[in-house]
């Protein structure tokens, strides 16, 4: 993870779900991540999985990632290049989970000033969202030091396999 | 300050005096994944280097959202589950066997006091049984595997009260359904919600489950019920003599307090795509079924099966509507055999499924096409969750499920009562 993290907008709306996120059907059907990831959020944008470019963002409201507990969510996210996730407020297991796998998951009060398109530049370090379009910044909810550690090693796993332990 | 239950089992798992807000390493007492979640977390644990399980007798791995396997590519997962489970000594639930949180609560692991995690949203369902249970990821639980252990937010308690007797043909699901229209999706992010009051102190363990169950569609991190006589009473049945019987206390702080009476609660319905869009049934009356499903970790119990047959009992389902019925376990399958509910749902035009998670996650046994309707005593309507998203799910309870079957559209059960 970079301390900084530039990308254009994908703006969603409220209570994104997780099966709107990477539909039950295909996880419980597809394992290979490659072809799972071609389904996310297909329900919401058709093609996504195309139109998305490293880097990019998706900013969104309230309670994103609702619903189950499958982690394939933030990983479809991640495996597509989604530079971070920009939210309202999350539901709790999606929060842990893209922790866990290393996909950066930020809380903002300011969402609702931020566009589709927008160009922003994410500073999870030094906590903050500048958003490059329209010359504005925005603070943002601190990730608690422990968690930011298991990001910045780029997840759990990654985590423990370079420091030979758990983080707790 | 006094403490809720959610504190106080948090303090014993973590060996230390913790409320709200703070953020603890505690020790659990059971450890879940199923078919959809687990492959995920053995691969995790292997890239961790994971050498052994931290005690296999706590490891429960479940075959039950693809069960039987209906893809090639899901006899693989199964197999792994298979073989990690023999190679580790961990329990394995075969396909058949039931739904991974009803198999759980008949385990013997979950009791007041205890503390389990399972990769799974709805793991909320065991507070019913005064535990502190919350769903968590595959990567996490691939260290739970490791060391037992996990670190948790302690949460804020949300307390909600519930008085008043429930009408009749006004079930559980549909205080639990109410309770969701009113705090909606996110009104208890990141909390537990306990709830008490006389309608859940009369209520039998299954409803209680069906309560607990539900609580993360608010986005809660647990459901917690007090543990009473009847927990005590269903707990012996399975031969569990363990746990504390904790209750909050009088001057613990609560987040929020809700109080509601269900004298007259009606009927109620959850409306496509999210579970917080509740209605009372009467206000979508009329709408054409194409599917209605009976079962799901919410209401595939006993209690659920035998309101669904008493409704259905000498009566055939509406042509062109087919109704699907999945035990949530074999040993619930067995006594609905016993009392002759199986029998009632077959004559009545009913598919019987083996006991496991049936349709409600997409996978298998009653996809939706395009258009089609589905009624579900399930606990999620989201867009695409049982196959096309241009279909759309209703959840309801058993008897507007069974009721609704008769009709082909969406019923109140309580037009039965006039009959």
């Given amino acids: 993870m970079s301390a900084k993290i530039v990308g254009r ?160 | 300050m006094g403490k809720t239950i959610a504190e106080k089992i948090l303090s014993l798992a973590s060996g230390k005096d913790v409320c709200a807000g703070d953020i603890v390493v505690a020790r659990v007492n059971a450890a879940m994944a199923h078919d959809g979640t687990a492959l995920l977390a053995i691969e995790s644990f292997r890239e961790m280097n994971g050498q052994s399980l931290w005690d296999p007798s706590r490891v429960f791995l479940v075959i039950d959202h693809v069960a039987p396997s209906a893809t090639e590519s899901f006899s693989r997962v199964h197999k792994v589950m298979r073989e990690f489970a023999r190679m580790h000594g961990a329990n394995l639930y075969e396909a058949g066997s039931g739904i991974c949180h009803q198999l759980m609560v008949e385990s013997g692991l979950i009791y007041p006091s205890a503390l389990a995690v399972g990769a799974d949203s709805h793991t909320c369902t065991y507070g019913a049984l005064g535990a502190f249970a919350t769903g968590i990821g595959s990567t996490e639980m691939a260290a739970v595997f490791m060391s037992g252990k996990l670190w948790f937010k302690v949460p804020e308690t949300l307390k909600v009260e519930v008085d008043g007797a429930l009408p009749p043909m006004v079930l559980p699901k549909d205080v639990i359904l109410k309770i969701i229209g009113l705090v909606g999706a996110d009104g208890a992010t990141y909390k537990a919600v306990e709830f008490c009051g006389s309608t859940v102190k009369s209520m039998s363990v299954d409803g209680r489950l069906t309560l607990c169950n539900m609580a993360v569609e608010m986005g809660a991190k647990t459901g917690i019920i007090e543990t009473d006589e009847k927990t005590m009473n269903y707990l012996g049945g399975l031969g569990v003599k363990e746990g504390l019987r904790l209750r909050s206390d009088e001057d613990a702080d609560f987040s929020s307090k809700i109080f509601f009476d269900v004298s007259n609660l009606e009927p109620q319905v959850s409306c496509p795509h999210n579970v917080d869009n509740v209605r009372s049934v009467k206000e979508v009356e009329g709408v054409e079924v194409n599917q209605v499903f009976l079962g799901s970790c919410t209401n595939g119990r006993l209690e659920d099966l035998r309101v669904a047959a008493e409704i259905l009992k000498g009566k055939t389902i509406r042509r062109g509507v087919r109704m699907i019925v999945a035990p949530a376990s074999r040993s619930i399958y067995l006594q609905a055999l016993k009392e002759g509910l199986i029998e009632i749902f077959v004559e009545a035009g009913c598919i019987v499924c083996n006991p496991g998670c049936g349709p409600c996650a997409g996978a298998h046994q009653g996809i939706l096409a395009p258009g089609e309707v589905c009624l579900s005593t399930s606990n999620r309507n989201f867009k695409g969750r049982m196959g096309s998203p241009d279909a759309e799910i209703y959840l309801a309870s058993p008897a507007t499920a069974a009721v609704s079957a008769l009709e082909g559209r969406i019923t109140d059960p309580r037009v039965l009562l006039k009959r």
């Fill in chain 1, 9 to 168: 907008v994908w703006r969603l709306g409220d209570n994104i779900n997780t099966d709107l996120i990477i539909a039950g059907k295909y996880k419980l059907s597809i394992t290979d991540i490659n072809e799972l990831s071609k389904h996310a959020m297909e329900a919401l944008i058709p093609n996504f999985a195309e139109k998305v470019k490293r880097g990019d963002l998706i900013v969104t409201g309230k309670n994103f990632g609702c619903g189950s507990s499958r982690e394939q969510a933030p990983l479809v996210l991640k495996y597509l290049g989604v530079g971070a996730v920009i939210a309202e407020s999350f539901a709790r297991i999606f929060y842990r989970n893209a922790i866990n796998i290393g996909l950066p998951v930020v809380e903002c009060k300011e969402v609702s000033r931020i566009m589709d398109g927008d160009m922003l530049e994410v500073n999870l370090m030094e906590g903050y969202i500048k958003n490059l379009t329209r010359s504005e910044i925005y603070s943002i909810k601190p990730i608690p030091p422990a968690l930011l550690e298991i990001l910045a090693e780029g997840g759990l796993v990654n985590y423990v396999r370079k420091h030979g332990r758990l983080p707790w």
